[in-house]
């Protein structure tokens, strides 16, 4: 039997950052050999070893490193029969091989190109990422056999393709998932040789894991939605009533599986189980259970690294175009490409993209691979992961006591106020040590990258610009739970002045009254030295595909801006039904100079934006002493470099005078154009120019913010935010005469200013 392979490398490797910003996660090695090189050799035999790597020969964990000499495993040959194939079960043949690829597409495309059965083998690029279920959609016109295979590029695993194709058939049913025992995913309930129920982001002491291998009939492909994203589990969902989803186990396969990839290897140990390669102590135990004791002792050194004479590395994994100083200690390290190394170092990833502790949880499971049963999954996922936090800081760390990281030690957890969003924030303490739990558990069909990762991916491109952002301690992404540094609850937004505690009915004050005390001003002096620090040209740059937001076009603004406060605040709540022949014209002006578009036909612009944060406010910046933090950047994407500007200075939460505005306006021109942030007076702009970019952004945020400000505080009923609408509507009508081009918006903002102030 002939059958057609989909290989799934399109992932952005978010919980293997900073490492898979350099390599797609579909190339690291393991041991060696390339994760995808693994399933090739594996499914399309020893005479398409298309990666000659150093696998056959020695590697560099000689007596310099002080270790024995270490061999990697030779390439796998289908010549010796895979595991779990018995005599009576009809070969599997695999005919062609599909690989997607979106994230570093072409170092993907380039290894495929150059491998020995690049003719089996065919590209699909997915220009933005579609799910299992798109993914399979978009690449179906290369997969021919009915039913196909789908495997996950990162999962080692051998898959027993025999034993799961003749289950398949026998049980005639439309998709079949390939199911094995691994407590720490257990979230397919199974009998009956039927799926019958699939979790949703917890576990079950009797579920199967999905190992993300499974075989789907051409006539479920053929429904598969087109051309955009669909998460595969979405459609397996609608075919348990029908009894047409199966479950292969790993106790239908006849005999043991083994973590490699492919068929078993010679010389590597066949430890039973299966392995999702996702975050990097999983990466490292990889290595552990493919070498055993070898690696334990030395680690792995890549053949063209550099390893000083003296140095260890136990637990280690340092890979091709390192180097590591004589003497130096590595223990539970994964050191990148490019890195110079020397002195101890311990549970850290090391890149030259830049660093972070190997401290992320894999679902809620520690790196010993023990589970913690106790409590709810938040419960389970902060203490576990302060615990190791603590234990890590070592004894007479500043504020941590060591006998804290016992699982017996007293865990209060407190719920904090939320922001705009559906997240919930909660305070952990953990015997004196503090941190900020966020929990956010997100649909299975969400967009990929999803919210938490965007978080994630944005923090990191702060962190490397030198913006203080919290630090990231660990996360379960599977149950949308991240720990962070606990920033304390001071915000920018709570140095207030008189107008403050002004009543109710006196708080209708000018644009240009103050509200906010002198003290504040360094604050807003560094917020705005961060601002150029996020959009200046350089290292590293930001990539938009990290996050799943949409571009900010003018397509965008019109829907998401200025039709969200017409649909929310406008119609909404004020009950006015506007000209909106007049209204969009001026709003489609408005987008277009924003973006510094010809007109307002122009739909779209990509040359001259930056990083943008989208909600650059008091409140998303905490203040450390005399330091500025900032938060909730997950929304970030491109967008032109003067909405957080304007977003800072035309803040309705903290009213900023005309002075101050101007100083911090001048301040941002001065530092903006010495770093060459693009547009502005003196890089490339005129200032009268740049005045009315400044000015459109300003409007369009502010229409931005009064949507929100309805929905959430009116439509939704949800504290701190209702009454920071009229404020708001003094500000955008201040902008808009101060714009001159938008008469009949101006007059609809009065309009609704006077609605509310007449209830």
């Keep these: ?21 350099q390599i797609p996660k579909a190339l690291l090695p393991v041991a060696g050999v390339p994760l995808i090189e693994r399933h090739l050799r594996g499914f399309l035999g020893s005479a398409c070893t298309g990666f000659d790597s150093h696998a056959d020969g020695p590697a560099a964990n000689g007596p310099a490193a002080g270790g024995a000499a270490q061999t990697a495993p030779p390439t796998p040959s289908l010549d010796t029969p895979a595991a779990g194939r018995a005599a009576d079960l009809e070969p599997v043949r695999i005919g062609r091989v599909v690989v997607n690829a979106h994230h570093l597409a072409e170092q993907v495309r380039d290894y495929l190109d150059a491998h020995a059965c690049a003719d089996r083998i065919r590209f699909s690029y997915e220009p933005q990422i579609l799910g299992t279920g798109g993914a399979i959609a978009h690449a179906a016109e290369h997969l021919r056999s009915d039913p196909i295979a789908i495997v996950n590029c990162d999962a080692l695993y051998d898959v027993p393709l025999d034993a799961a194709l003749a289950f398949h058939r026998r049980a005639r049913v439309d998709a079949t998932m390939i199911l094995v025992r691994a407590t720490r995913w257990a979230s397919v309930l199974a009998a009956g040789g039927r799926v019958r129920e699939i979790l949703r982001g917890e576990r079950h002491p009797d579920g199967w894991t999905f190992t993300g291998c499974h075989l789907l009939s051409q006539a479920v492909v053929a429904a598969l939605p087109r051309g955009r994203f669909h998460d595969i589990i979405h459609t397996y969902t609608e075919l348990i009533p029908q009894g047409s989803l199966g479950a292969f186990t790993d106790t239908d396969a006849g005999s043991e599986t083994h973590p490699t990839g492919g068929v078993p290897e010679a010389g590597v140990r066949r430890e039973a189980g299966f392995l999702d390669v996702g975050t990097p102590a999983d990466y490292l135990l990889a290595h552990e259970r493919l070498l055993g004791n070898r690696f334990v002792r030395d680690g792995w050194i890549d053949p063209e690294a550099v390893i000083g004479e003296g140095a260890r590395c136990p637990r280690s994994v340092v890979l091709a175009g390192a180097a590591v100083a004589p003497g130096a200690h590595l223990e539970v390290c994964i050191v990148g490409p490019g890195v110079e190394l020397s002195g101890r170092q311990r549970a850290r990833l090391i890149t030259t993209r830049g660093t972070r502790e190997i401290e992320e949880l894999s679902e809620t499971e520690g790196p010993s691979g023990e589970e913690d049963a106790a409590g709810p999954p938040l419960e389970r996922f902060v203490r576990r992961a302060m615990a190791l936090l603590i234990g890590r800081a070592g004894p007479g760390a500043e504020g941590v006591r060591r006998e804290s990281a016992e699982s017996g030690a007293a865990l209060t957890i407190r719920l904090l106020a939320g922001d705009g969003s559906r997240r919930r924030f909660h305070r952990a303490t953990l015997a004196g040590t503090r941190a ?30 030198k913006v203080r952002v919290p630090a990231f301690y660990a996360a379960d992404l599977a149950h949308g739970l991240l720990l962070l540094e606990d920033l304390g609850d001071r915000r920018l937004a709570d140095l207030r002045g008189a107008a403050e505690t002004m009543p109710a009915q006196a708080k209708s004050v000018p644009p240009e009254a103050e509200s906010m005390p002198p003290e504040a001003e360094p604050y807003y002096m560094q917020a705005i030295d961060y601002l150029v620090q996020m959009q200046m040209p350089g290292s590293p740059d930001f990539r938009p595909e990290t996050t799943s937001n949409p571009p900010y076009t003018a397509d965008f603004i019109l829907e998401q801006e200025a039709g969200y406060f017409l649909r929310e605040l406008v119609e909404g709540v004020c009950g006015i039904t506007p000209d909106r022949q007049a209204i ?13 578009l010809a007109d307002d036909r122009a739909a779209h612009r990509s040359e001259g934006l930056v990083f943008m944060h989208r909600d650059y406010q008091s409140r998303n910046l905490m203040l450390l002493g005399d330091r500025v933090a900032v938060i909730d950047f997950q929304g970030a994407r491109l967008g032109p470099p003067e909405y957080d500007l304007a977003a800072l200075l035309f803040d309705p939460y903290a009213r900023l005078g005309q002075q101050v505005r101007e100083r911090l306006i001048e301040r941002y021109l001065r530092r903006a154009a010495e770093a060459g942030v693009p547009g502005v007076p003196g890089s490339g702009g005129s200032a009268a120019e740049w005045q009315r970019i400044f000015l459109a952004n300003a409007a369009n945020r502010l229409m931005q913010a009064l949507g929100a400000f309805a929905k959430l505080g009116v439509r939704e009923g949800r504290a701190g935010f209702a009454e920071h609408i009229r404020p708001a509507l003094d500000l955008l009508r201040g902008v808009l005469r101060a714009w001159k081009a938008a008469p009949s918006l101006a007059a609809l903002a009065s309009q609704a200013r006077n609605t509310l102030q007449s209830r």
């Excluded at 990929?448 to 490397?464: G, I, M």
């Design 584 to 596: 969009d014209a001026e709003c489609g002006r408005l987008a277009a100079a924003a973006l510094r």
């Design 436 to 465: 900020v739990a966020i929990e956010n558990p997100l649909p299975p069909d969400r967009p990929r990258p999803d919210e938490n990762e965007a978080f994630l991916a944005v923090r990191d491109y702060l962190h490397h610009r």
């Design 1 to 21: 039997m002939e059958l057609d392979l989909l290989l799934l490398a399109a992932g952005f490797g978010t919980r293997l950052r900073p490492l898979t910003q």
